[in-house]
C-alpha cells in the first residue's frame, strides 16, 4: 500500500510541475522572514502546521510567498536539485516526518500587491491545477500617532 501510493504520488508530481516562468519586476529594497503557524482543521485542534514566509518590499510592489514552495520550484528547476527534493519526498513519507519536506507547508500562493498597477496579483498551484487571479488593490491609509 506505501510503495503503491508512493509511486502514485511520484507519478503525480511529475504532471504538476509548473512551468517556471520569471519576471524582474523591481530590486528589492527589504526582506522579511516570518515564522507562520497555523491550524488548518479546526477538528484536530493542536496540530498546527510550520511555515517559513518570506515578504519582499520593492519601491512600488511586494512580493509574500512561502520559503519552502520557493525552495522546491528552485529546485525542480535545476536537473542535479531535482534528484535531492524527490529523495526528500521519499524520505518524509517512508518517515511521516514532514518537516524537510520541499514545497507546500501551509501555503503555495505568491502573492504580488500592486502588479499590475493596482492589483493584488495571486498565483497559487492546486492539486494538478496551476493558476493566477487578480484583484483590486487599494493601498492601507495609515494614521501614525505618538
Same mark, same amino acid.
Request: glycine share 8%; hydrophobic share 25%.
Given at each position: 500500500m506505501k510503495k503503491a501510493f508512493l509511486l502514485t504520488f511520484l507519478l503525480g508530481s511529475f504532471w504538476t510541475l509548473p512551468a517556471q516562468k520569471q519576471l524582474f519586476i523591481e530590486p528589492a529594497l527589504l526582506e522579511v522572514h516570518y515564522s507562520h503557524s497555523m491550524q488548518e482543521d479546526t477538528v484536530r485542534k493542536g !496540530? #498546527? !502546521?510550520? /511555515? @517559513?514566509? =518570506?515578504l519582499r518590499i520593492g519601491k512600488n510592489h511586494s512580493q509574500f510567498f512561502s520559503y519552502f514552495v520557493f525552495l522546491e520550484d528552485s529546485m525542480m528547476n535545476d536537473p542535479k536539485a531535482k534528484k535531492k527534493a524527490e529523495d526528500l519526498k521519499i !524520505?518524509?513519507?517512508?518517515?511521516? /516526518?514532514?518537516s524537510k519536506?520541499?514545497?507546500?507547508? #501551509? #501555503? @503555495? /500562493?505568491? =502573492?504580488y500587491k500592486n502588479y499590475p498597477h493596482n492589483k493584488i496579483t495571486v498565483t497559487t498551484q492546486r492539486l494538478i491545477a496551476g493558476f493566477s487571479y487578480e484583484d483590486e488593490y487599494l493601498p492601507q491609509e495609515w494614521t501614525i500617532w505618538d
Open positions: !496540530k #498546527t !502546521k510550520q /511555515d @517559513s514566509m =518570506i !524520505k518524509a513519507f517512508e518517515t511521516g /516526518d514532514f519536506f520541499p514545497g507546500r507547508h #501551509t #501555503t @503555495s /500562493d505568491y =502573492i
